[in-house]
Structures are given as C-alpha cells and as structure tokens.
C-alpha cells in the first residue's frame, strides 16, 4: 500500500514538473511574439514599402475565345479549362507587348487561385 502511495506521489510530481516546464517554454514563446508584434509597430523591424501587384481577370473567358477564334467556338464546349487556360496565355502576350513596345518592364504571370 504505501509503495503504491509513494508510486502515485512521483507520478504526479513529474506530472507538475513537465506541467511547469511547458508553461515556461510558453511564457518564452509569447514573450518573443510580444517583442516581434511591438517591433512591427514601431518600425523597426522593416521600413520596407510593400509591394504593389495589378490583378487582371478575363470576366467571360469562354465567351472571348469563342468571339476571337473560330476553332474555340467548337472546342470550347468540349473542353473549357483549356480554352480558359489559352485565353489568359493570349492575354498576357498582348499585354506583355504593349508594355514592351511603351519601354515598361513587367513581370507577367498567371496564378491559379
């Protein structure tokens, strides 16, 4: 009976141990992310403007390429996500080389949202 007790007695006191050792560990934690978050209102940590992005959206993909292309006019239907796919590549060779031929470099690219 009292190796039992003794055995319960130890369990919990490493119990308490890991216990405090964890709200330690967090207290170090939040402490850093206090420090970065006030930096961040200061100034401190970077003076950096952000950076500025053109987002460009065809509304009716679909309804271009059939516009614009006789052979999208009878794929379109069969497969549109390559239609879709093809007009935004167009779209950005023809903005491509009018920002080109004003003497503007850009970077083009699709992104998949």
């Not at 200061?42 to 460009?56: C, H, Y």
């Amino acid at each position: 009976m009292l190796v039992g007790l003794v055995i319960v007695l130890l369990v919990l006191i490493a119990v308490q141990a890991w216990l405090l050792y964890a709200a330690r560990r967090q207290r170090q934690n939040l402490e850093k992310a206090l420090e970065t978050v006030e930096g961040l209102s200061d100034g401190s940590v970077s003076d950096a403007e952000p950076e500025m992005v053109l987002t460009l959206r065809v509304i009716d993909p679909i309804g271009v390429a059939k516009r614009e292309s006789r052979s999208a006019r009878v794929v379109a239907d069969y497969l549109p996500v390559l239609v879709r796919k093809q007009v935004y590549q167009q779209v950005i060779r023809e903005v491509g080389a009018e920002l080109s031929e004003r003497g503007i470099d850009a970077d083009l690219n699709i992104e998949y949202r």
